[in-house]
């Protein structure tokens, strides 16, 4: 079944302040839909066009290389995209507990220490892409891909991504990246983090 726009899971205010309802909306109605209808075109007719798009990502590989750059790009911005809009909600914020937040602490010494690394790592993009916490050979690790690469693609779990293309705050932060970075952690839904983490354990 060809990938279809997930319905973002809150209203498009429902991140305000820290993130703004016109954002939203064109973040997740045009941005979002773009990648999925790409992604959809792009493997039309192939062999992967009813092929979850994880089994894509981690197949790259085996995509043939003339759409194999759209598919990368396109595939990969639904995938990030649907794991953003899951792991925001609008009574995020505060800190996680159980075993994420244990292995935070132990991994990074401290839950704002991890806020440091993500946000450098976000900031540190040059030009477009993503800031991660992934699990690796089920360690907690941070990474930053740029475009719409996922870690999928290498082998890691993406359990946290941080979107720091220019359309994910822009029209409320304009070039201050690194305000949007910390505000962005008032909306983190540690529940969802949590979820993903167990899995990927």
Do not use: C
């Amino acid at each position: 079944m060809p990938f279809e726009l997930p319905p973002l899971p809150y209203a498009f205010n429902a991140l305000e302040p820290h993130i703004d309802a016109t954002t939203m909306e064109i973040h997740h109605d045009r941005h979002h839909k773009a990648y999925v209808d790409n992604a959809n075109a792009a493997l039309a007719g192939t062999a992967w066009e009813n092929a979850s798009v994880e089994d894509v990502l981690t197949s790259l590989g085996q995509i043939p290389e003339d759409i194999r750059t759209a598919v990368r790009n396109n595939a990969g911005g639904h995938y990030n995209h649907s794991l953003f809009w899951e792991i925001m909600g609008p009574d995020g914020g505060g800190a996680p507990g159980g075993a994420l937040g244990a292995a935070i602490d132990s991994t990074f010494g401290s839950l704002d220490d991890l806020k440091a690394k993500v946000n450098d790592a976000g900031v540190k993009r040059f030009g477009s892409g993503w800031t991660w916490l992934v699990v690796s050979g089920g360690a907690l690790e941070v990474m930053s891909t740029p475009n719409q690469d996922t870690p999928l693609s290498e082998g890691k779990a993406p359990i946290l991504g941080i979107d720091v293309w220019e359309h994910a705050y822009y029209l409320e932060y304009q070039n201050k990246r690194p305000v949007y970075l910390e505000a962005w952690w008032n909306v983190v839904n540690w529940d969802a983090v949590a979820a993903r983490y167990d899995a990927a354990s």
